[in-house]
């Protein structure tokens, strides 16, 4: 006998239209929608969002799937033209497949990351990966999901989330922040278990976070945005090695 990870569909409405389909692993569903829709640049605080709830639907059994999230934006909010934006479907290993557009892939941070004067030591880098690995229950029991942790520079664990899509695990610690009311995520460190895509570092630079680090490779567009952005981008982080990509200011050796 074996536990898997669990993988089922999330389809995301704008007042009854559909926005978003993506694969994900049930659990903290709505930081998940909180989190798209701030790093897509729709919604990007507690108070754009007028409600947010499950609609009813069943499974062949007549059990509640909450597979479908209607969200409906706060009077004022602009809703983005939905037929331009996304094909609706987003596989869990792919956060971005569904853009219309390269042009829209670059969404524009509201916040300055660049002038974030953050520093974190390179020991307290080194601490994080098995401080993530520690707290990663459901991958303790199934091997098959992506975490992703939210640190201070001092290395303490504010908040994780895991999912079979690493870009999802990102947009539930995002979307915790948004019901938290603590964007911008200034003075963090956000470790991410795989590899720092330029989904993941667009996602970063939306949320204001100025250090990104994963245990993986970065991808060289994920390293042109961080640069772009003034993101601090590692990779590697193993043990007592990494590789700093940009932003090594924020980076103290000790």
Request: aromatic share 6%; with cysteine; hydrophobic share 40%.
């Given at each position: 006998?074996?536990?898997v990870a ?16 993506t ?14 829709l ?49 094909n ?18 670059r ?8 002038s974030?004067p ?11 990966p098995?401080r ?28 994780l ?13 995002i ?7 603590k964007?911008?995520l ?8 795989g590899?720092a ?13 100025p ?8 991808s ?10 003034g993101l ?18 924020r980076?103290r050796?000790?």
């Amino acid at each position: 006998m074996d536990t898997v990870a669990v993988e089922e569909p999330l389809e995301i409405r704008l007042d009854g239209r559909p926005l978003s389909v993506t694969m994900r692993t049930p659990g903290d569903d709505f930081d998940l929608v909180h989190g798209f829709l701030a790093t897509e640049g729709i919604a990007g605080s507690l108070e754009s969002v007028r409600t947010l709830r499950y609609c009813a639907g069943t499974d062949d059994e007549g059990q509640q799937t909450y597979n479908v999230i209607d969200v409906a934006l706060s009077e004022g909010v602009v809703v983005p033209e939905l037929s331009l934006e996304r094909n609706f479907y987003t596989t869990s290993s792919c956060g971005v497949c569904g853009k219309a557009s390269i042009d829209a892939i670059r969404t524009l941070s509201p916040y300055d990351v660049a002038s974030d004067p953050t520093v974190v030591s390179t020991e307290v880098l080194w601490s994080l990966p098995e401080r993530l690995r520690e707290q990663q229950k459901v991958f303790n029991s199934t091997g098959g999901l992506h975490a992703a942790g939210l640190f201070t520079p001092a290395g303490e664990l504010l908040c994780l989330r895991e999912d079979v899509g690493r870009h999802n695990a990102v947009d539930k610690v995002i979307g915790w922040a948004v019901r938290e009311d603590k964007l911008p995520l200034a003075s963090c460190v956000l470790l991410v278990s795989g590899r720092a895509s330029f989904e993941l570092t667009q996602k970063a630079l939306m949320a204001g976070i100025p250090i990104l680090a994963a245990v993986s490779a970065p991808s060289s567009l994920a390293v042109d945005l961080a640069a772009e952005g003034g993101l601090t981008l590692v990779g590697f982080l193993r043990g007592e090695t990494m590789n700093v990509y940009a932003g090594g200011q924020r980076i103290r050796a000790t």
